[in-house]
């Protein structure tokens, strides 16, 4: 009997016997009708549970997981629910999902024929890494009387880790093979020179610079032939992922800690996959979850066990450890991707001499955040004195960003500035810029 729950339909039949008894207190020959009414509400009940409970697995159903989450993307979760009774049945599904996603009201309706099968999906975005625990998958089941409804329930308990994003990794992967396109468009990038990764001679075609003529081959074949070079490979790429408490701020449900480590997962893609060695570390305090750069098999995995449950620890990030740490462990010239936050020049000062460390023997990118907010103010046409006010703020914070970026341009430091919803093709943009330019 603890499975069986009365539906709303059973208590409006009570309401109108009510209504009936009420009109009787007038007109007492309607007593008669009234009980009359109430009689059959008791019955219909009776023979609408018999219906539902006469057959033990009326129904069977189970609950289609993916192998892990992908934080701050849409998670499709799978339910296939079978119905075993000989009539149409009524299902409302309620599937205890992670409390992390604060879902109170979770609710779907189904109809589905006698012998049918029901398949349908709903979608999960989770906001944070870690560990997601799914309760009960319950399903209420109702005859076409609706009066009554039976409870089954199926796979008690379900544990799903949320890693950094990986579904849109693949994406990317055609860019990561046309070094001389960028992401967002179709725009060729000039190269200073060229790299000295010698891949093939081939025939001239117009358009093939002439230095690089090979004029042995040339005199072999009796036509023109050159010498075609590639970007060169097994290059260095560390990724420093700041976990101070300037990257807790939130924009859009994730925290730019969760941007950062979800475009070093979709940068650290497409490097492997350019046949350059990708590795990082975080810092904060002091350097943690280390991972060497290298180009072997498992490397993503790797760099994603590394990410999975990394937290801001509120601290104020210690730049000087940084800087000795990365001295110390990149004896190789590297490409060192920094993403962190600076909000103001003042900020940027008190850690300047130690990113110019870095920089003398790296080549260093700075990656930080343009605040959406202050966007949305700087764009929007004021209409009163404070919002005129507030705009002028916001343009003083902006400025101040623009500073950031001349400062360190003077010290030959690389920065990306960029919306934290563009970082992941922001960062692999400039990637492959750099590459294609061949100056790492």
């Given at each position: 009997?603890?499975?069986?729950?009365?539906?709303?339909?059973?208590?409006?039949?009570?309401?109108?016997?009510?209504?009936?008894?009420?009109?009787?207190?007038?007109?007492?020959?309607?007593?008669?009708?009234?009980?009359?009414?109430?009689?059959?509400?008791?019955?219909?009940?009776?023979?609408?549970?018999?219906?539902?409970?006469?057959?033990?697995?009326?129904?069977?159903?189970?609950?289609?997981?993916?192998?892990k989450l992908s934080n701050g993307d849409?998670?499709?979760?799978?339910?296939?629910?079978?119905?075993?009774?000989?009539?149409?049945?009524?299902?409302?599904?309620?599937?205890?999902?992670?409390?992390?996603?604060?879902?109170?009201?979770?609710?779907?309706?189904?109809?589905?024929?006698?012998?049918?099968?029901?398949?349908?999906?709903?979608?999960?975005?989770?906001?944070?890494?870690?560990?997601?625990?799914?309760?009960?998958?319950?399903?209420?089941?109702?005859?076409?009387?609706?009066?009554?409804?039976?409870?089954?329930?199926?796979?008690?308990?379900?544990?799903?880790?949320?890693?950094?994003?990986?579904?849109?990794?693949?994406?990317?992967?055609?860019?990561?093979?046309?070094?001389?396109?960028?992401?967002?468009?179709?725009?060729?990038?000039?190269?200073?020179?060229?790299?000295?990764?010698?891949?093939?001679?081939?025939?001239?075609?117009?358009?093939?610079?002439?230095?690089?003529?090979?004029?042995?081959?040339?005199?072999?074949?009796?036509?023109?032939?050159?010498?075609?070079?590639?970007?060169?490979?097994?290059?260095?790429?560390?990724?420093?992922?700041?976990?101070?408490?300037?990257?807790?701020?939130?924009?859009?449900?994730?925290?730019?800690?969760?941007?950062?480590?979800?475009?070093?997962?979709?940068?650290?893609?497409?490097?492997?996959?350019?046949?350059?060695?990708?590795?990082?570390?975080?810092?904060?305090?002091?350097?943690?979850?280390?991972?060497?750069?290298?180009?072997k098999s498992g490397q993503l995995r790797?760099?994603?066990?590394?990410?999975?449950?990394?937290?801001?620890?509120?601290?104020?990030?210690?730049?000087?450890?940084?800087?000795?740490?990365?001295?110390?462990?990149?004896?190789?010239?590297?490409?060192?991707?920094?993403?962190?936050?600076?909000?103001?020049?003042?900020?940027?000062?008190?850690?300047?001499?130690?990113?110019?460390?870095?920089?003398?023997?790296?080549?260093?990118?700075?990656?930080?955040?343009?605040?959406?907010?202050?966007?949305?103010?700087?764009?929007?046409?004021?209409?009163?004195?404070?919002?005129?006010?507030?705009?002028?703020?916001?343009?003083?914070?902006?400025?101040?960003?623009?500073?950031?970026?001349?400062?360190?341009?003077?010290?030959?430091?690389?920065?990306?500035?960029?919306?934290?919803?563009?970082?992941?093709?922001?960062?692999?943009?400039?990637?492959?810029?750099?590459?294609?330019?061949?100056?790492?």
């Amino acid at each position: 009997m603890k499975n069986l729950y009365l539906n709303t339909r059973f208590f409006f039949a009570l309401i109108a016997v009510g209504i009936l008894y009420v009109f009787a207190f007038f007109f007492p020959w309607m007593m008669i009708v009234a009980h009359m009414v109430l009689l059959l509400c008791f019955l219909a009940a009776m023979v609408d549970g018999l219906l539902i409970f006469n057959q033990k697995n009326g129904i069977s159903a189970q609950r289609i997981l993916p192998e892990k989450l992908s934080n701050g993307d849409e998670n499709p979760v799978k339910i296939d629910i079978r119905n075993n009774y000989g009539f149409t049945i009524h299902a409302n599904v309620i599937d205890e999902i992670p409390f992390q996603f604060q879902k109170r009201d979770f609710l779907i309706k189904k109809k589905i024929e006698a012998g049918k099968n029901n398949f349908f999906q709903y979608i999960l975005e989770p906001k944070e890494r870690g560990e997601y625990n799914f309760g009960s998958l319950n399903i209420y089941v109702s005859s076409p009387l609706g009066l009554v409804s039976k409870r089954f329930s199926f796979q008690k308990d379900a544990n799903l880790p949320a890693y950094p994003s990986f579904i849109h990794l693949r994406k990317y992967e055609l860019m990561a093979l046309q070094s001389e396109f960028l992401l967002g468009g179709i725009k060729r990038i000039r190269k200073l020179g060229h790299t000295m990764e010698f891949e093939q001679i081939k025939d001239y075609v117009p358009g093939d610079d002439i230095r690089t003529i090979n004029w042995k081959a040339t005199s072999k074949t009796n036509r023109l032939m050159v010498n075609q070079f590639q970007d060169e490979k097994s290059q260095r790429i560390f990724m420093l992922i700041d976990k101070g408490r300037t990257m807790k701020m939130p924009f859009k449900g994730l925290s730019l800690l969760d941007y950062s480590i979800n475009a070093a997962m979709a940068l650290s893609h497409i490097i492997l996959k350019k046949g350059d060695r990708a590795g990082m570390m975080t810092f904060s305090k002091k350097t943690e979850n280390k991972v060497a750069a290298e180009n072997k098999s498992g490397q993503l995995r790797k760099i994603s066990e590394a990410l999975y449950n990394i937290k801001t620890d509120f601290f104020e990030s210690d730049f000087n450890r940084l800087y000795q740490d990365v001295k110390y462990s990149l004896n190789q010239r590297s490409l060192v991707l920094l993403f962190t936050n600076f909000e103001t020049l003042d900020g940027l000062n008190r850690q300047l001499k130690y990113l110019r460390g870095i920089a003398k023997n790296h080549l260093l990118v700075v990656i930080f955040f343009k605040n959406s907010e202050l966007q949305t103010l700087i764009h929007k046409n004021p209409e009163s004195t404070q919002e005129i006010y507030d705009e002028i703020i916001a343009e003083k914070f902006e400025f101040e960003k623009k500073l950031i970026i001349q400062e360190l341009r003077k010290y030959g430091i690389y920065s990306v500035y960029t919306l934290p919803e563009n970082l992941n093709v922001d960062v692999i943009n400039k990637y492959l810029e750099i590459k294609a330019r061949g100056i790492l």
